[in-house]
């Protein structure tokens, strides 16, 4: 779950504040984003179908990651999946059907996580957004100029998916 990507790193390749800089110097693929229909949907959907909607690709794709903080925000992520659904037992077909036409959820399997949460963020509680905050900053490290990065023995840089 890197920063967004730096600038100066995509149109130069290289960055004049190098570790420093707040932004992520790691090649990422393009980014995927929703189409029109996919995004008018997501914007039709309450907070608790948004949630219900997106959690499930976030939790798949932490899964990968064998990671005792990513775990703790799994966890966080899979109870408010659980209260999301008990609070919304009704079942609107109509909105379901939209679902399925415009194959929202194929979209959303090709996404990072990043992007994922970007789009989950708005419906997000805020201790929730907190810890995704401080597992993100350790995810990439940020030096100052000059600085070196050592790392200990079998230790090892995280990234995200």
Avoid: Y
């Avoid at 189409?35 to 939790?59: C, F, M, N, V, Y």
């Avoid at 037992?89 to 949460?117: G, T, Y």
């Amino acid at each position: 779950m890197c920063n967004a990507p730096c600038v100066h790193m995509l149109k130069n390749g290289s960055c004049h504040l190098g570790f420093a800089c707040g932004f992520c110097h790691f090649v990422h693929g393009r980014k995927k984003k929703l189409d029109k229909s996919q995004r008018s949907i997501l914007q039709e959907a309450d907070t608790g179908q948004r949630l219900a909607i997106i959690l499930p690709h976030i939790i798949q794709k932490m899964a990968q990651l064998a990671d005792p903080e990513v775990g703790k925000l799994a966890h966080m992520l899979r109870q408010q999946l659980q209260l999301v659904t008990e609070s919304s037992r009704e079942n609107n077909d109509n909105f379901h059907k939209k679902l399925r036409q415009v194959q929202i959820h194929r979209s959303l399997e090709r996404m990072n996580c990043s992007a994922l949460f970007d789009l989950a963020m708005p419906a997000l509680p805020e201790n929730i957004l907190q810890t995704f905050a401080a597992v993100q900053s350790q995810m990439f490290p940020f030096l100052s100029p000059g600085e070196q990065m050592v790392l200990p023995e079998g230790s090892v840089l995280k990234f995200w998916l």
